[in-house]
């Protein structure tokens, strides 16, 4: 009899954020799937328990699909976690879940945090129609986006990284000048912070900026003015 596949939620800063029902599934698996082994080793060590943990990422997903699902398959119960919030957004695993669904394989979410929902919240900007890109392309397609992106009605929301951040605010300059844009830093951890304003102000503060972290950015619906 088949085992199960978990996809539990993990805290995207502050350990707290975690689900009860998350610690208890990690609990009760027989051996947890994670990007990093060294991050999720830092929740379980936190709530006092250990489980084998098998690094499952980007790298490693195409290699150890097929035994991890023959362990399944044999009824072992498995819990896949990101480093951070929840599984497969713009995360690996979407290989694993489709060949569980070939194998029958009982799939169960355990709900919990996301950064991208986290940051649209608090962001002011409307939330009853949004569209989620993940990361831009690094190089090739990333201007094509943007000036696809420019003509979005709906509210927009970008994952970037410490690297290309200024980056992205610069080219919000040229493609998007008009919108307002929030950019949160270090959701829930110790030194998180919101930067709102239009993209030409958000560019002359940078100097001031701690260009640290993980960051979301939230982009208005075209059209949409801070008066609304």
Known sequence: MNGRLYIVSTPIGNLGDVTIRAIETLKQVD?????DTRVTSILLKHYNFSKPLVSFNAV????????????ITKGENCA????????????????LVSEAIKQNINIVPV????ALIS????????TDSFVFEGFLPQKKGRQKKLKELSDESRTIIIYESPFRIEKLIIELVEYMPERYVVVCRELTKKFEETWRGYPKQLKNDLDKKTIKGEFVVVIAPKGWKIEN
Do not use: Y
């Not at 051996?31 to 990007?35: P, S, T």
């Not at 940051?119 to 409307?126: F, K, R």
């Open 111 to 114: 709900t919990g945090a996301s």
């Open 60 to 71: 490693t997903e195409g290699k150890k699909l097929s035994s991890v699902v023959e362990r």
């Open 119 to 126: 940051a649209l919240t608090v962001s002011g900007l409307p």
């Open 31 to 35: 051996f947890i799937l994670c990007e």
């Open 80 to 95: 896949l976690v990101s480093d951070s919030g929840t599984p497969l957004i713009s995360d690996p695993g979407v290989r």
